[in-house]
């Protein structure tokens, strides 16, 4: 006998469901979620574009015109304006101070703010008295370390040469012999930022893992070997950081040289005049050619940017072979 089944109740048919839209309160959330981050960055890159790029392309318009400080804008001359400077002897001179200068004040500051950084690194007591010290030098106001220094390294009355005499050597002409010069200035300039550049180096420095240091001492490690194995290696990107800014810095000296003597030109002979000098000499000195002088920035521009990009592939390869150093080990 067979059993007949009751019919299946019948669906309703479905109807199309419309799409849900999305409230102005979800979309908004989503906005902010992906344009807050740029929103919160944005006053850099604003503040960059009024300071920093329109200043640099304006620059380059006026290199290419004969541009004076009375008369205004003149007429397109092109590159005329760079072949002027560059074939002008007293640029090549000011170009021959800047890298002397640079080189006699960087190097020696960046050793000596590495060696005063591990000192103040150490268990002294009153370290924030010695580590706030050696930030004084930076916080006095450059005309007012010029005019000092310019008095310690006189010609006649300074007291570098009383000292000097004390042990039967002859007074130096520290405003006439170029090289004497340069070490005097370059002095001014150690003597401002070593300190800065002091803390720079002891804030890594106080990043280094202690561990480290402390399976040096098991392994009978000195102060001086931990010092080269450890700290050294261990400030590398810090170096790298320190090398390129007091590049950038080195390079565009003004007021240390400016303030050397009374006159403020690098010299009767311009023994010490900088390219910034020269191109502040150019822009309102006698010449008072705009054109010339924003020539002479852009010049002293490609010259930073090409020292940096040499020091970055330096760096990079010496960063390279030690992370192949350390990967073999």
């Known amino acids: ?128 008295f010695w580590r706030m010290g050696v930030l004084l030098p930076y916080v006095v106001a450059p005309v007012a370390v010029s005019l000092i220094f310019s008095k310690l390294f006189a010609d006649q009355s300074g007291l570098i040469n009383a000292v000097l005499a004390t042990v039967d050597l002859g007074p130096i002409r520290w405003h006439a012999d170029p090289l004497s010069s340069h070490v005097a200035i370059a002095s001014m300039v150690n003597f401002r930022w070593t300190g800065y550049n002091t803390l720079i180096f002891l804030a890594a420095m106080q990043a280094v893992p202690r561990d480290l240091y402390e399976a040096a001492v098991i392994d009978g490690a000195s102060r001086l070997r931990q010092f080269f194995s450890i700290t050294v290696p261990m400030l590398r990107p810090t170096i790298i950081f320190i090398v390129i800014t007091a590049t950038i810095g080195g390079l565009q000296i003004f007021d240390e040289p400016r303030m050397f003597d009374q006159l403020g030109q690098g010299g009767s002979d311009r023994q010490w005049m900088t390219v910034t000098m020269y191109l502040y000499e150019l822009g309102w000195g006698a010449q008072k050619s705009f054109g010339r002088a924003a020539a002479v920035a852009w010049i002293l521009f490609l010259i930073i940017v090409v020292i940096g990009l040499i020091n970055f592939a330096i760096t990079r390869r010496i960063s390279s072979s030690g992370s192949t150093r350390g990967g073999k080990r």
């Open 1 to 128: 006998m067979s059993v007949i089944s009751p019919p299946k109740p019948r669906r309703a048919p479905e109807v199309p469901r419309e799409p849900r839209r999305i409230a102005f309160r979800q979309r908004a959330g989503r906005w902010d979620v992906k344009l807050s981050p740029y929103l919160y960055i944005s006053p850099f890159f604003l503040l960059f574009a009024v300071t920093g790029l329109f200043p640099l392309a304006y620059t380059a318009y006026v290199s290419v015109h004969d541009w004076h400080l009375i008369g205004g804008q003149g007429a397109f001359v092109g590159m005329q304006n760079f072949v002027d400077v560059v074939q002008q002897p007293r640029f090549l001179t000011a170009l021959r101070n800047t890298f002397s200068i640079f080189l006699l004040s960087s190097v020696p500051q960046v050793l000596a703010a590495i060696g005063i950084a591990a000192v103040l690194d150490a268990n002294l007591r009153a370290r924030t």
